[in-house]
């Protein structure tokens, strides 16, 4: 099957030098939840704006739903829906209006069924003849979601939909972003609430420096990456570490009271039964047992901040 959405070795050397994106190459699935995650100034913008034909590439090829971005804009164009970082929507103009408008401008004829239909999933209906201006910001973001649903894209990019969005709203978009993907839509989103892409995304990709340096299937990317940590609280502090144990991967808390033994996901969990087993004839007693996993942030800091 024809990727979706493919990216092959894309530059992109900005005016003043600055190379913002080097030789990134990604291919996305339909109907995929894609989650670009990495650090501030990373290059996730610059990959957007280039996909949107905001920002000319220095190198390489885009096609999005079979259509070169570059030879084929309007086409490339139009099987996609942006909702971009900054909100532009200090508008007088009406619900309703705006959005019908949007669509407009990709030489769609109207459909007020599919803008009814788009305002009621986003629970914009009752909102349809309120001046944009006069919404909370949230409802201003669902409609900055609505107008880039308006045409009826195949592709929809969310540049960190739920920046400064509280609690509440932003699991309202989570379901709202899985409801479009039941629909067909293929969904790239940013974002730098990891807790969102561990949510949300089927796949995740991390960029760094311009790079991207990883893509790989979430929960590939959990236990390939993740560590799980056996915390044992004991009885009587230890002073020292056992020699029978100085060879794995345990650790003696300060206080003595705590044995803190980390291990790869993948590894076998028999290495904890064998653990269990040393201590047990090594008489050392403990009165709780905890095991944890690594969230997708630690991966994800790990990965960032080392090479
Ligand atoms: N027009 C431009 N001219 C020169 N450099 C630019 C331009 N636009 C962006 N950059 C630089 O390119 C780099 C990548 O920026 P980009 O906005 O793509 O990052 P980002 O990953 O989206 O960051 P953020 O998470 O902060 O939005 C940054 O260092 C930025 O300063």
């Avoid at 030789?23 to 670009?36: R, W, Y």
């Avoid at 957007?48 to 309007?74: E, K």
């Avoid at 899985?178 to 960029?207: C, Q």
Wanted: aromatic share 6%.
């Amino acid at each position: 099957m024809q990727p979706e959405l493919s990216v092959q070795n894309l530059s992109k050397t900005y005016d003043d030098g600055f190379q913002a994106l080097k030789n990134v190459s990604l291919d996305i699935d339909k109907g995929e939840i894609f989650a670009l995650l990495g650090p501030n100034g990373a290059g996730k913008t610059t990959l957007i704006s280039i996909i949107c034909g905001l920002v000319n590439p220095s190198s390489g090829r885009v096609t999005a739903a079979g259509h070169d971005i570059q030879r084929d804009f309007r086409a490339a164009r139009e099987a996609i829906g942006l909702v971009p970082q900054e909100l532009s929507t200090d508008s007088f103009e009406k619900v309703w209006k705006t959005v019908s408008f949007s669509r407009g401008l990709f030489g769609k004829p109207p459909n007020p069924a599919h803008i009814e239909k788009v305002l009621r999933d986003l629970s914009l209906w009752d909102k349809r003849n309120n001046r944009v201006m006069s919404l909370s910001g949230g409802m201003k973001r669902r409609v900055m979601i609505a107008k880039a649903l308006s045409h009826e894209p195949d592709i929809l990019f969310l540049d960190e939909p739920t920046a400064g969005v509280d609690v509440e709203l932003r699991r309202d978009m989570w379901e709202m972003v899985r409801k479009l993907r039941e629909s067909g839509v293929t969904i790239i989103l940013t974002t730098h609430y990891i807790e969102e892409a561990e949510e949300m995304a089927d796949r995740i990709g991390v960029i760094r420096n311009g790079e991207l340096i990883l893509v790989e299937d979430k929960s590939t990317l959990m236990s390939k990456l993740g560590r799980k940590e056996l915390r044992l609280h004991l009885h009587t502090p230890m002073e020292k570490m056992p020699p029978e144990l100085a060879d794995q991967p345990i650790e003696l808390s300060d206080d003595g009271y705590e044995l803190i033994y980390t291990f790869n996901s993948q590894q076998e969990q028999a290495n904890v039964a064998l653990l269990l087993r040393t201590l047990g004839e090594l008489g050392v007693e403990y009165r709780d047992l905890q095991t944890r996993e690594s969230s997708l942030e630690e991966i994800f800091v790990g990965l960032v901040h080392h090479d």
